[in-house]
């Protein structure tokens, strides 16, 4: 079981989620706008121990985007977003942000649990396991306490960035294409949206980048996919 918030200002999408979530077994806490959460998910809070959110973006007081960024500077908590915003450059600049996954509304419940259910394994105690850590060069990921160094400098990551990241250690100089890292790092089929998987390495790369600036250890395989460079 695991303890969820649902943050959305719908009564009846609100009811809706609390009500099938508890049905899947988890303790479900609810809040109907942006300043409850950011109030709950505060240190001492009502949901400031939760496993995961689920988060609309159009929210009274305080916008999802701007409760993501601070859910995201705060630490690798696993953020769902939901809502009924489709385009493309939306759903971008929310995984961007850090957002783990993006469900637009109308939604199918059976997919959206799915889907929670998906990213609470990969953000759990055994989401990347191994007996010992994985060392390329200076990169080194122990799966023990999902704790990344570059050149000594830790980096912090999300839980599909180390998932991401542990695919790619895993089999260095391997080219992974983008349909095999979705279904190896979101464990469903891949159905042909890659925007996922490019603003993800994207993010990975950026932090990085920033650990350790002489170094830039994924390579973009143009036309193939990515892999670790020599280092």
């Given at each position: ?5 649902v ?11 609390a ?46 985007s701007?409760?993501?960024?601070e859910?995201r ?6 953020v769902?977003?939901l809502?009924?915003?489709?385009a493309?450059y ?6 961007r942000?850090?957002?783990d996954?993006y ?5 199918d419940?059976?997919e959206?649990?799915?889907?929670i259910e998906?990213?609470?394994r990969?953000?759990g ?12 060069g200076?990169?080194?990921?122990d ?7 570059l ?5 912090a990551?999300?839980?599909?960035e180390?998932?991401?990241l542990h ?10 294409s ?9 464990e ?13 390495v994207?993010?990975l790369r ?7 600036p ?5 390579e973009t ?5 990515y892999?670790?460079r020599?280092l």
């Amino acid at each position: 079981m695991a303890r969820l918030l649902v943050v959305e200002d719908s009564s009846d999408v609100r009811a809706l989620l609390a009500e099938t979530l508890r049905g899947e077994g988890h303790a479900v806490l609810t809040a109907a706008d942006g300043l409850a959460a950011r109030r709950d998910l505060a240190p001492g809070g009502a949901a400031a121990d939760v496993d995961l959110v689920v988060l609309d973006l159009m929210l009274p007081h305080v916008d999802g985007s701007v409760l993501l960024a601070e859910i995201r500077r705060g630490g690798d908590l696993p953020v769902l977003v939901l809502s009924a915003k489709d385009a493309v450059y939306t759903k971008v600049d929310m995984l961007r942000l850090g957002a783990d996954d993006y469900v637009t509304k109308p939604f199918d419940l059976a997919e959206l649990t799915a889907r929670i259910e998906a990213l609470l394994r990969r953000s759990g105690p055994s989401a990347a396991s191994a007996p010992e850590p994985l060392a390329h060069g200076p990169l080194t990921l122990d799966p023990g306490t999902a704790r990344v160094h570059l050149d000594g400098v830790e980096v912090a990551l999300t839980a599909t960035e180390l998932r991401l990241l542990h695919l790619l250690l895993a089999s260095p100089g391997q080219v992974f294409s983008r349909p095999r890292i979705y279904e190896a790092v979101w464990e469903e089929p891949f159905v042909g949206d890659d925007a996922a998987v490019k603003t993800h390495v994207s993010n990975l790369r950026t932090k990085l980048r920033e650990a350790a600036p002489d170094l830039d250890p994924i390579e973009t395989v143009w036309g193939l996919g990515y892999r670790l460079r020599a280092l």
